[in-house]
């Protein structure tokens, strides 16, 4: 389970995060929704500990953040909005290392590292240096080396960005049989087409807020819409986006 209490951001005259309240239990796909510089990216940079909260609490898996960050941290996989990987390494390399920072025996660690390799399409690259990968083979190697010690918790920030359409499929495929064997997947991303077909349950943050929460019906419901209303919709209507002046004044 991922607890949020309060979480606040504030930079200078800027509050990034206000009075963050979330919960979001086991075995559920969450979709974290918001326009660009909304509170997304922070408040996920501030889950993982990457930033210090202002002030609020962020609990992990029962374990706050603060006060025992790497039992929380234990058990969390985690993909950035720009991963980093060692050019220099081979795929297999990057994920033996992956694992052997969540102290995985060197049998496990192997009988994972090539069925990762098979899953995620990269069987045929797994001695070759990552220098060489395309841009989507990086994205699938970082997602494998988040799940190679299999976290409780995977949280992901824009997973399908730069992903071909087979990848994008491969990718959801995953998060469903993570969450179906009990663990949470917290998911910012920008495709709402993504968040809607995939998550259980969305929230949308704007200016910092959380100012919805819950199934894509509810939602339709909160911002009074039609049943077959998309999350698109949906959330252009809750974000004031479909306030926008059309297409053709903004060109004349």
Known sequence: MIELIALTKQYASTLAVNQLNLQVPD????????PN???????IR???GLL?????QINLGGYDLIKNPLAAKSLCGFVPDRPHVYDKLTGSEYLDFAAQLYSLPEKERNTR???FLEVFDLGDWGDELI???SHGMKQRLVMASALMHQPSLLIVDEPTVGMDPRGARLLK??????????????????SLEVAEELCDR??????????????????RSQAGRDADSSLESIFLSLTGGDTEPEAQALLA
């Open 46 to 48: 501030m889950m993982m």
């Open 27 to 34: 075995g559920e796909i969450f979709g974290f929704l918001g």
């Open 113 to 115: 590292r090539e069925r």
């Open 52 to 56: 210090q909260p202002t002030s609020g």
């Open 202 to 219: 969305v929230g949308i943050i704007l200016k910092g807020q959380l100012i919805a929460l819950g199934t894509v019906e509810e939602l």
């Open 173 to 190: 495929r995953i998060f469903r049989d993570t969450a179906d064997r009990g663990a949470t997947v917290f998911m910012s991303t920008h």
């Open 131 to 133: 220098e060489g990968y």
């Open 37 to 43: 510089g909304a509170g997304k990216t922070t408040t």
